[in-house]
């Protein structure tokens, strides 16, 4: 049996590093502009000798628990940015919380502050995830980088909401996750530590959140696929996020079976070309920066007629009949930001059909990504 928990009504003591941690950690969901008042708070209950801080922006909410000493268990809510900001300049010695009404008292080495609580009462509820729901393990870094590579895909105009998620789909040992705006597509796959089989739309912001979160935090994350959301664990941590509604492309049908040229270049180098490129496309909407590839090489060309003009050639190894092709300059540099490898091959059908990126190493050994990319249709 737990202990009786009264609202507004604590005291216990802390370590400073684990509580700075643990605000820290619910600071990430607190919303800068609400409109229920105790969504800009951080909820604080301890219990059974444990803290538990709790924050949420009813999209996504985060949990943390540390292990403290409890003169008096209850909880209390406070405003998350300052309490974050007052721990962040503690000194190094521990902490005591104290609250009665809603008067609440912090206190750490010989510094004292008093912070007004605010209604915990009208701290939402969060869903956790249930005892028997699937859940599958990766490691955190792999995930972190999945994400990285996949949701820069995902729109930003909410205009098509399914088109601002990740989807993921967890099946036969792997977990692959895909994301487009219509203009662009990326596919990554990467096998499952644990398995488990499901599928989920999750908003790329709360996937990207997740993603930092195992960067910072190390070691393997645990999802668990529900219906109407996913969880990601991370020991005594964990965010959960709601699912997006509605159906996601059946993305696999644009992805092109074959192509007519193949072409590998060091990415650095076409990298810092199709930037220097692409400056004076950037004074003009909708402004492309054109590929030419033939005779060994890839001339990156583009033109803006306020602005000027510029070109680029870069030594390429050419499979296959050459050709033009345009590209929106910001779409092109993330796909060819999204692959960790020195060399990129592109591949490609003809100036109109969609090129595909991948890794490209001469011993094999790459992600399994896969950027598609619309081309742009030139006057």
Same mark, same amino acid.
């Given at each position: 049996?737990? &202990? ?27 919303g800068a502009r609400v409109t229920l008042p105790a969504l ?24 943390? @628990? ?17 309490? @974050? ?51 599958g393990r990766v490691k955190a870094d792999a995930f972190a980088r999945l994400v990285s590579q996949v ?89 959960? &996020? ?18 007519? &040229? ?118």
């Open positions: 049996m737990g &202990t009786t928990v009264r609202s507004n009504d604590v005291k216990l003591r802390a370590e400073r590093a684990e509580f700075a941690e643990a605000v820290s950690w619910a600071t990430r969901t607190v800009s708070g951080i909820l604080l209950e301890a219990q059974d000798g444990k803290l538990i801080c709790r924050a949420t922006d009813l999209e996504v909410a985060a949990e943390i @628990s540390i292990p403290v000493q409890i003169d008096q268990p209850g909880r209390v809510l406070l405003p998350g940015r300052l309490l @974050s900001q007052l721990v962040a300049r503690f000194p190094d010695a521990p902490v005591t919380l104290s609250a009665d009404a809603d008067r609440v008292e912090l206190t750490c080495g010989r510094a004292t502050f008093h912070v007004r609580g605010m209604q915990a009462e009208d701290f939402p509820t969060l869903a956790g995830p249930t005892e028997d729901a699937p859940q949701a820069r895909a995902a729109a930003s105009d909410e205009g098509r909401p399914v088109l601002t998620g990740v989807h993921l789909e967890a099946a036969e040992g792997q977990l692959t996750a895909a994301a487009t705006d219509s203009y662009r597509l990326a596919v990554r796959s990467l096998t499952w530590e644990e398995a488990v089989d499901g599928t989920a739309l999750v908003p790329a912001r709360s996937l990207q959140e997740a993603a930092k979160a195992a960067s910072e935090v190390g070691g393997s994350v645990t999802i668990v696929l529900e219906e109407g959301q996913v969880s990601f664990l991370f020991g005594d941590r964990r965010l959960t &996020t709601k699912l997006i509604e509605g159906s996601f492309p059946n993305y696999r049908a644009l992805l092109p079976d074959g192509h007519e &040229t193949s072409v590998v270049v060091e990415r650095a180098g076409l990298i810092e070309a199709l930037q220097r490129v692409s400056i004076v496309a950037l004074g003009q909407a909708n402004t492309p920066v054109s590929l030419t590839f033939a005779d060994g090489s890839v001339d990156l060309q583009a033109s803006n007629q306020e602005m000027g003009d510029a070109a680029e050639a870069l030594p390429a190894e050419i499979d296959g009949e050459g050709l033009t092709i345009s590209f929106n300059p910001g779409f092109l540099l993330s796909g060819l930001e999204a692959n960790g490898t020195d060399h990129i091959r592109i591949e490609l059908r003809d100036g109109l059909k969609p090129a595909v990126l991948r890794p490209h190493s001469a011993d094999g050994e790459v992600d399994d990504l896969t950027y598609l990319l619309m081309p742009m249709r030139v006057n």
